[in-house]
C-alpha cells in the first residue's frame, strides 16, 4: 500500500510539473500528449498539436501565449511521421536520443545520435531552440549534443543560423511545409549561396527562384529596397571566403520570426499583443524579384506594362513571344562588339543603368575604382563592370542574367555597347534644341485644344470641382493634426474612366460580380497605378439613375479615405470624368452578411464562434467610427449588405455614401432629408430625422438579431403575425422563448448562455428611445463580460408597416453581390 501511495504520488507529482510549465524533459520521465515544455521565459512551448484541417499528431515547437487557431510552430519533430491519435509520448532512450513514439511503441521519430550519449536531458531554451544536453550539475555550461536549430525548417528565428559549406557539402537551410496541413518537406528551400559572393536564395524544387545579389559587408546589393529590414533586425553574415558562409540575425523581439510559407514567400512574422494578430509583411519575392523573368540583357520594373523591356542596343530575340508576354528568351543585341586580336578595344562604350539590381554571377578583378572601366575593355569577353567600396571591381562576362530596375535606391551598372549604339547620342545637343521646339509647339497645341475642351465641358466637371473643394474644406475646418495629412488625403488614385474600362474589358458581363439600383459591380485582376501587381479589386460603377447622387459619392470618397481600421473596408481609389463616377474597392471574396444569412449553403459556413466573431468586428469598426478615428462618423445606413466579408469570413463595415462627420462636442443631428434602409432607421431619424451614434446603434441591434436568428429583417414582409425582426424577437423573449429565434444552424453548439446574452443585447440596442440604448462602447463590455447582470430591454420601436415590398428600399436589388451597395429611403418626417 505504501509503495502505491509512493508510485502515486510521484506520477501526480510529474504531471503537476509539466501543468505548471517546465522546460526539462528529464532522463527518467516522459512527455505524453496532453503534456508540453514551456521555455524559460514562457515565450515558446513543446508538445504534441494537429496542424489546422488535420487529426495528425506531431511533436514541435509553437509560440507561447497565442490562441490555438493562430498557432505559428516553427519546428516538427515526425514531420514525416504524424501520429494517428493522442497516445503518443517524448521520451528519452537508453542510448541518450530523443525519441517520438506511438502508444504501440513504434518509433516515429528520433534524433539518432551516431553516438550513444547515455543519460541526458532535453531543455526548451529561451530562443526557442530545442536541446539535447548529457546530465550535468552545472545546465547552462553543459554543451549540446543536439539541437533543432541544427535542423531548421520553415521557420528562422533570432540567433537561428543557416549556412553552407561548400567543401564538407553540409548546409543548414529553410524548407517550407508541403501545406498548411502537412508539415513534411514541400517544394520551396532557402539558403545561403558561398561562392563566388555570398547570397541569399530560394529555390523551386531545386531550381532558382529569387536571389539577393552579392553580400559587399553591410547589405545585400539585390534588396536595396528592404535594407531598412536587415539594418533593424540585426542581419549578420559570416564568411571564411573558402567556401562557408553563414547568416543569422538577433533581433531581440522574442515573438518575431521569418517563415517560408507554402507558396514560396519569404514572410516576416511579428505578434502583436495589442490586436492579438500576426502581423505579416511580405519580403520577397515580389513580381520582378522572380529570377531571370525578363531573360538576359533585359531588365525589369515593377509597375511598367510590360514589366521587362530590353536594355539599350538590344531587341526580343522573338518578337513573337515578346508579344505574348513571354520574355524568358531575353534579348539580343542590335550591333555585336569589336574585338581586336592585340586585345585592345576602340569604339566600345558603356551605358550607365541606375537603380539596378546587379546581375548573376559577377567576377572580381583586383584593379581599383579609376581602371574597372578599362578592366572590362580589355577583355573581348565582358559585357559589364560595377565598382563597389565593399566588394571592388565586378565584371561580367557572357549575358547579364536577372537584371531588375528599382523605384528608389540600386547600383549604376555599365554595361558594354558598340560604339555606334553610343554615338546615337553626340549629336545630343542639336536633338534636345529640335526636340524643345516640337514639345514647345505641341504644348501650345494642347493648351489651345484643352481650352476648347474646358470650355464646352465645363458643367460636366463641375462633379471633379465640387469633389476637391469638398476635400479641402474638410482639411480646412479640422483641427492641425489632421490638416497635417492632407497630402494623404490627395495620394488616394484618382483612375481614368478608360484605365477602368480597359481593366473591366470593357465593363463586360463576364466580369460583373453583381448589379443592383446604383450600378454594377465589377471583379479585376491586375495592377492599376499604386495597387499591387495580381491585387484583386472590385470596381462599383454608378448608374445615371442611381439613388447615390453625387452628395453621396462625395461623400464617401471624402469620409473613407480618411478612416484606417480592419473592419472598415478600404477605397483604393474613384473615377470622376464627365457623367461617369466610380469607386475602386479591395475585394471582397465572402460577400456580403446579409447574402451569406440568406443563402442556405453559405449559412451553414457560420458557426457561432464565426458569427460571434462578426459581431465584435461589426462593434469594433463602429466603435471606431463612433470614438476612436480622428472624426467621429455616424454611418446611418448600417445593415447586412452593408457589412463586406473578406476570406476568412471578418467583416468590413462599407458603403460611407449617406454617413456624417460630427465636430467637437456635437453629440446629435438633424435633416430634413430622411435617407437610409427601411427597417434599420432608429424612430427619431425616420420619423424625425435626428440622428446620432444611438441611431446607429439601432441599426446595429437590428444586425445582430440577425447574425443570432439567421433571418433578415425584410424576411417578415408577407407575415402578419409578426411586423418585424425586432417584435418578433421580443414576443418570443415575453414569452421566455428566446432559443426560438436561434438559427437551427447554431442551435446544437454548446453556447446557449452566450447566443441568449447576444438576442439580450440586440433588444436593448433596438429599444425605442434613443436613451434607453448603450453606445457600442457599451455593447463590446456587454459581450465580453459574461458574468454581468445586463439591465431588462424595454419594447422596441414597431415603426408603421412597410411601404414597400421590398423593405430595404425601392432601389435595392434582390441579387447580392460582395460590394456594398447603396440605397436611399426618404420619409418626411412629421
Known amino acids: 500500500m505504501g509503495r502505491f501511495l509512493l508510485l502515486l504520488f510521484t506520477l501526480s507529482f510529474v504531471s503537476l510539473r509539466f501543468c505548471l510549465g517546465v522546460d526539462v524533459l528529464s532522463f527518467s520521465t516522459e512527455l505524453k500528449d496532453s503534456e508540453t515544455l514551456v521555455s524559460s521565459p514562457s515565450t515558446f512551448r513543446f508538445g504534441f498539436f494537429s496542424p489546422v484541417n488535420s487529426k495528425g499528431r506531431y511533436a514541435g515547437v509553437w509560440f507561447n501565449n497565442v490562441p490555438v487557431q493562430k498557432q505559428a510552430v516553427v519546428w516538427v519533430a515526425n514531420k514525416d511521421s504524424p501520429i494517428n491519435d493522442s497516445s503518443g509520448v517524448i521520451l528519452i532512450s537508453k542510448d541518450g536520443d530523443l525519441v517520438v513514439k506511438d502508444g504501440r511503441g513504434l ?63 553540409k548546409r543548414l537551410i529553410l524548407r517550407s511545409w508541403k501545406s498548411l496541413s502537412d508539415p513534411s518537406p514541400g517544394r520551396y528551400t532557402a539558403g545561403v549561396i558561398p561562392l563566388p559572393f555570398p547570397e541569399l536564395a530560394l529555390w523551386k524544387d531545386g531550381l532558382m527562384l529569387w536571389r539577393s545579389g552579392p553580400w559587399n559587408g553591410q547589405r545585400f546589393l539585390g534588396l536595396p529596397e528592404r535594407d531598412s529590414v536587415i539594418d533593424l533586425y540585426g542581419f ?23 517563415l517560408l510559407d507554402t507558396e514560396g514567400h519569404a514572410m516576416e512574422k511579428y505578434w502583436s499583443k495589442v490586436n492579438q494578430e500576426w502581423s505579416s509583411g511580405l519580403m520577397f519575392p515580389i513580381n520582378c524579384d522572380i529570377y531571370a523573368k525578363c531573360g538576359q540583357f533585359s531588365s525589369c520594373k515593377s509597375g511598367l506594362d510590360p514589366p521587362c523591356k530590353c536594355i539599350k542596343g538590344f531587341e526580343p530575340r522573338s518578337n513573337q513571344e515578346w508579344s505574348r508576354g513571354n520574355w524568358t528568351q531575353g534579348c539580343v543585341r542590335k550591333t555585336p562588339l569589336q574585338c581586336h586580336s592585340n586585345g585592345s578595344r576602340e569604339g566600345d562604350g558603356f551605358l550607365r543603368l541606375k537603380k539596378m539590381k546587379v546581375p548573376k554571377n559577377p567576377q572580381r578583378s583586383e584593379v581599383n575604382e579609376q581602371d574597372c572601366p578599362g578592366s572590362c575593355l580589355r577583355n573581348c569577353y565582358c559585357t559589364a563592370y560595377f565598382y563597389d567600396t565593399g566588394l571592388g571591381c565586378l565584371l561580367w562576362s557572357g549575358d547579364l542574367i536577372d537584371m531588375q530596375e528599382f523605384l528608389t535606391s540600386g547600383v549604376t551598372l555599365h554595361v558594354r555597347l558598340a560604339g555606334s549604339e553610343l554615338k546615337t547620342s553626340s549629336n545630343r545637343s542639336l536633338v534636345i534644341i529640335i526636340t524643345m521646339v516640337g514639345c514647345a509647339f505641341l504644348v501650345a497645341v494642347i493648351v489651345l485644344l484643352a481650352l476648347r475642351k474646358v470650355t464646352k465641358r465645363r458643367e460636366k466637371n463641375r462633379n471633379a470641382r465640387l469633389l476637391f473643394e469638398r476635400m479641402e474644406a474638410l482639411n480646412s475646418n479640422e483641427s492641425g493634426a489632421i490638416a497635417a495629412n492632407q497630402n494623404k488625403l490627395k495620394e488616394l488614385p484618382l483612375f481614368e474612366y478608360q484605365v477602368l474600362a480597359a481593366a473591366t474589358e470593357n465593363f463586360a458581363v463576364t466580369n460583373k460580380l453583381g448589379e443592383g439600383g446604383f450600378g454594377s459591380v465589377y471583379k479585376v485582376l491586375l495592377s492599376l497605378g499604386k495597387l499591387r501587381e495580381g491585387q484583386e479589386i472590385a470596381v462599383k460603377r454608378l448608374s445615371q439613375t442611381s439613388g447615390q447622387g453625387l452628395e453621396e459619392f462625395v461623400n464617401e470618397v471624402v469620409v473613407i479615405s480618411k478612416l484606417q481600421h480592419r473592419n472598415l473596408v478600404r477605397l483604393l481609389g474613384f473615377c470622376i470624368e464627365g457623367e461617369e463616377r466610380m469607386l475602386v474597392y479591395e475585394f471582397m471574396p465572402g460577400n456580403s452578411l446579409d447574402a451569406c444569412l440568406s443563402d442556405p449553403v453559405e449559412q451553414r459556413l457560420l458557426d457561432w464562434k464565426t458569427r460571434f466573431n462578426i459581431i465584435d468586428g461589426i462593434c469594433r469598426g463602429l466603435m471606431y467610427l463612433h470614438r476612436d478615428s480622428r472624426l467621429r462618423i455616424i454611418h446611418r445606413d448600417l445593415k447586412g449588405s452593408n457589412i463586406l466579408l473578406d476570406e476568412n469570413l471578418n467583416p468590413k463595415i462599407s458603403d460611407f455614401g449617406l454617413a456624417r462627420i460630427f465636430r467637437g462636442n456635437e453629440d446629435e443631428a438633424s435633416t430634413l432629408r430622411v435617407v437610409g434602409t427601411y427597417g434599420y432607421m432608429a424612430p427619431e431619424y425616420a420619423l424625425g430625422g435626428l440622428f446620432s451614434e444611438k441611431s446607429d446603434v439601432f441599426s446595429l441591434g437590428v444586425i445582430l438579431l440577425e447574425i443570432v436568428s439567421g433571418r433578415r429583417n425584410s424576411s417578415f414582409n408577407n407575415d402578419d403575425q409578426n411586423l418585424n425582426l425586432s417584435a418578433y424577437a421580443w414576443k418570443l423573449w415575453n414569452d421566455g422563448e428566446a432559443t426560438t429565434l436561434v438559427d437551427p444552424v447554431i442551435l446544437e ?30 455593447v463590446i463590455w456587454m459581450l465580453s463580460t459574461e458574468n454581468s447582470n445586463l439591465p431588462e430591454p424595454k419594447q422596441p420601436a414597431f415603426i408603421a408597416r412597410r411601404v414597400s415590398p421590398d423593405a430595404e428600399s425601392p432601389w435595392e436589388s434582390e441579387q447580392r453581390t460582395s460590394i456594398n451597395n447603396v440605397s436611399i429611403t426618404e420619409i418626411i418626417g412629421r
Open 749 to 778: 453548439e454548446c453556447f446557449e448562455n452566450q447566443i441568449r446574452r447576444c438576442v439580450h443585447i440586440g433588444l436593448l440596442c433596438v429599444q425605442d428611445h434613443a436613451n434607453d440604448r448603450p453606445s457600442v462602447s457599451t
Open 236 to 258: 549578420q553574415l559570416a564568411n571564411d571566403n573558402r567556401g562557408s558562409v553563414s547568416m543569422s540575425f538577433g533581433y531581440n523581439q522574442s515573438m518575431y520570426h521569418f
Open 107 to 169: 518509433v516515429h521519430w528520433s534524433t539518432n545520435l551516431s553516438r550513444p550519449a547515455g543519460a541526458a536531458n532535453a531543455r526548451l531554451l529561451s530562443t526557442g531552440n530545442l536541446v539535447l544536453q548529457k546530465v550535468s550539475d552545472n545546465k547552462d555550461k553543459t554543451p549540446s549534443i543536439w539541437e533543432s536549430f541544427e535542423h531548421p525548417q520553415n521557420a528562422f528565428l533570432p540567433t537561428m543560423t543557416i549556412s553552407t559549406d561548400a567543401r564538407t557539402g
